[in-house]
C-alpha cells in the first residue's frame, strides 16, 4: 500500500510563495504519476497538476500555470509543489495522490488527471492566503 504524506502549507500574504512536499513510502516511484489537487470550503476538488514518477512529464491547470511549478527529488522520495504570486483564491487544502496507470500518466500530457483516476492519496495540507 502506498502511502503519501504532505506538508509545508501555512498561511502566507498575497503574493507570496510556499513549497508543499509530498513524501512517497516507496523508494522507486518512477513507475507512477503523482497528482496534486486542492479542495476549497464548499467547492469541488480541483485539478492543480500531475507529474509524472520520472519527472519527465508534468502539467498545471490553467488557473495556475506560470505561478506553480513541480520537481522530484528521487533521493528523498519527495515531489514538490512550489507554489508562487499567491493570490487568496488558492485558499484550500491541497492533496497529493498516485497512480501507477500508464494511462494516467499519458493523460498527464494533455492536462492534469481527474481525481477518480488515483488511487493512492496523502491527508492534505492547508494552504491560507490572507492578509
Known amino acids: 500500500q502506498l502511502r503519501l504524506v504532505e506538508s509545508g502549507g501555512g498561511l502566507v500574504h498575497p503574493g507570496g510563495s510556499l513549497t508543499l512536499s509530498c513524501v512517497v513510502s516507496?523508494?522507486?516511484?518512477?513507475?507512477?504519476?503523482i497528482g496534486w489537487f486542492r479542495q476549497a470550503p464548499g467547492k469541488a476538488r480541483e485539478g492543480v497538476s500531475c507529474i509524472s514518477g520520472s519527472g519527465g512529464v508534468t502539467n498545471f491547470a490553467d488557473s495556475v500555470k506560470g505561478r506553480f511549478a513541480g520537481s522530484i527529488d528521487n533521493a528523498k522520495n519527495t515531489v514538490y509543489l512550489e507554489l508562487s504570486s499567491l493570490e487568496p483564491d488558492d485558499t484550500a487544502v491541497y492533496y497529493c495522490a498516485a497512480s501507477a496507470s500508464p494511462t494516467v500518466q499519458a493523460m498527464c500530457v494533455m492536462a492534469p488527471p481527474a481525481s477518480y483516476q488515483y488511487d493512492y492519496w496523502g491527508q492534505g495540507t492547508q494552504v491560507t492566503v490572507s492578509s
Open positions: 516507496e523508494s522507486t516511484f518512477d513507475s507512477y504519476t
